[in-house]
T-cell receptor, first 113, second 113 residues
Framework: DVKVTQSSRYLVKRTGEKVFLECVQD?????MFWYRQDPGLGLRLIYFSYDVKMKEKGDIPEGYSVSREKKERFSLILESASTNQTSMYLCASSSGRGWDTQYFGPGTRLTVL | AQSVSQHNHHVILSEAASLELGCNYSYGGTVNLFWYVQYPGQHLQLLLK??????LVKGIKGFEAEFIKSKFSFNLRKPSVQWSDTAEYFC???????????FGKGTRLSVIA
């Protein structure tokens, strides 16, 4: 079974702090994704990566950056957290084959005070 | 750009009632179609998917979905719901190739005894 793990289930940070959310997958997947999930808005894509050191902006990249130094790890960075970034953050991965399923981690619920 | 519409925000059903959740997408080319489910407190998991072939797709837990290309639709159905089906359901679409999923806003299903 594919396993996607996220470093924290719950995180509380203060406005202006730098926040790192980590995601690790164990299936040697090429593709990794970061989404945020908000009530009534569904899942919105923040950033994704097709390969190590590659990144692509999703629909809502403002205020976020990412890092992918190793194939299995994809980090989401909030350079200066703001209250409107309070949300559930979901990481996903999929193989590089065009028709594969995306597998999701358990999510990190981030609260910015 | 691809967009996905889920017309029902919250559906409340009694146990044993039949379920149909609507999903429509905008892009008319070759697509992959998915339904994901998120049970309370759990991570997103795949319910079923359509890539090609028979437009009637069967998934886990008695769910099925029908792809109707002419209507740009991929509605989810279950003949008889159970209390344990209480969850949030997300429709997702991917254009051909190795591209990220685009999600609908989700439909919350509450099944009452």
């Amino acid at each position: 079974d594919v396993k996607v793990t996220q470093s924290s289930r719950y995180l509380v940070k203060r406005t202006g702090e730098k926040v790192f959310l980590e995601c690790v997958q164990d299936m040697d997947h090429e593709n990794m994704f970061w989404y945020r999930q908000d009530p009534g808005l569904g899942l919105r894509l923040i950033y994704f990566s097709y390969d190590v050191k590659m990144k692509e902006k999703g629909d809502i990249p403002e205020g976020y950056s990412v890092s992918r130094e190793k194939k299995e790890r994809f980090s989401l960075i909030l350079e200066s957290a703001s209250t409107n970034q309070t949300s559930m953050y979901l990481c996903a991965s999929s193989s590089g084959r065009g028709w594969d399923t995306q597998y999701f981690g358990p999510g990190t619920r981030l609260t910015v005070l | 750009a691809q967009s996905v519409s889920q017309h029902n925000h919250h559906v409340i059903l009694s146990e044993a009632a039949s379920l149909e959740l609507g999903c429509n997408y905008s892009y008319g080319g070759t697509v992959n179609l998915f339904w994901y489910v998120q049970y309370p407190g759990q991570h997103l998991q795949l319910l079923l998917k359509y890539f090609s072939g028979d437009p009637l797709v069967k998934g886990i837990k008695g769910f099925e979905a029908e792809f109707i290309k002419s209507k740009f639709s991929f509605n989810l159905r279950k003949p008889s719901v159970q209390w344990s089906d209480t969850a949030e359901y997300f429709c997702a679409v991917r254009n051909s190739g190795n591209t990220p999923l685009v999600f609908g806003k989700g439909t919350r299903l509450s099944v009452i005894a």
